[in-house]
């Protein structure tokens, strides 16, 4: 076989696994692509609470109770920085091997999920500094890793450009079923099955943890995110229809309301111990909570950092941090009530 032949042969067989991966071209033409962040204007307020720079453009954050730490992607380096949530300062920086933009606590203590989206990775890295909880945990996924979540024991990747959830058990990654195109937002439901946005195909679906689909619903008009509350409820931010979706899980999953929120609903986080969600608005530089029920309604809005993608709080105070993609810094906002 010659040279020219050998290389013909393994782009065929490079576009067919990326098919086998994707869907057909005929399935990806039939769905608009993905909504995506308002691209926020300049703020017309300034940003209520502390302002700090944590690094280049971060997106990713969560605030861990047990430690005190709030852990925050940042790019230019890839980096994870390690937050006190007291003051902001940045304690700690843990290399990444490509960049990230949406991280998880595995449970309280970590270690944190970032799935590294450059690199086709999933890095656990680990809170405390102990000589015995050693360094990161690396695991190849699929391609794009976008959103992971901890259930069953295991680890959980939606990997968004491969149409694939990856199932992760330590270092290495132990099974990968397919998904709905383009898996975005995923998180685990508490005592319940894992809740997966598939942002091209606009639907919500449930696995299980050995990534047995249970359930799927149609999910908006351009979802991007998911949470999981308290009795196997769901909110999804449907960021191009301006609206929060409420679902329920059980005894089957079904859209029960729909909460309008202009101004392009992107990032969320739960704060469990006061039952609010949050929600950033990327197109006006806000975020609202709302309360985690069966009813959410905004009830409180904050100026916030520009182009504030991600959110995360720290639940033992109720502080609330916002990072800002366009300026580095990370906000720390305590709630009025």
Known sequence: MSESTRRAL????????????????????????AAEPARSPEPSRPPEGTVVRVGGRPEGVAADARTGLVAVAVTDPDEVALVDHRDGRVVRRVTLPGAARHIRLAAP???????????????????????????PITARVGDGPHDADAAGGRVLVADEFGSTLSIVDGDRTVDRVRTPLQPGGLAAIPDGPVALVAVRERVLALFDANGRRLAEQPA?????????????????????????????????????????????????????????LWVTLTARNEVVWLPAN?????????????????IGVHEPTGRVFVASRTDGTLQLLDPRR
């Open 10 to 33: 393994l782009a065929v067989l490079a576009a067919a696994a990326l098919l086998a991966a994707c869907g057909s071209e005929d399935d990806l033409r039939e769905f608009p692509p």
């Open 109 to 135: 203590g970590g270690p944190v999920l970032v799935p590294v989206e450059s690199a086709d990775r999933l890095v656990q890295v680990p809170l405390r500094r102990k000589r015995t909880t050693g360094g």
């Open 220 to 276: 908006g008009v351009g979802p991007t995110h998911v949470e999981a509350g308290a009795g196997g409820r769901v909110y999804v931010a449907d960021t191009a229809g301006d609206a929060i979706l409420l679902f329920r899980t059980r005894p089957r999953l079904e859209l029960v309301r729909r909460v309008a929120l202009p101004g392009a609903p992107y990032g969320m986080t739960i704060d469990r111990t006061r039952g609010r």
């Open 294 to 310: 069966g009813a959410p309604r905004p009830v409180e809005r904050y100026a916030t950092v520009r182009q504030p993608n991600s």
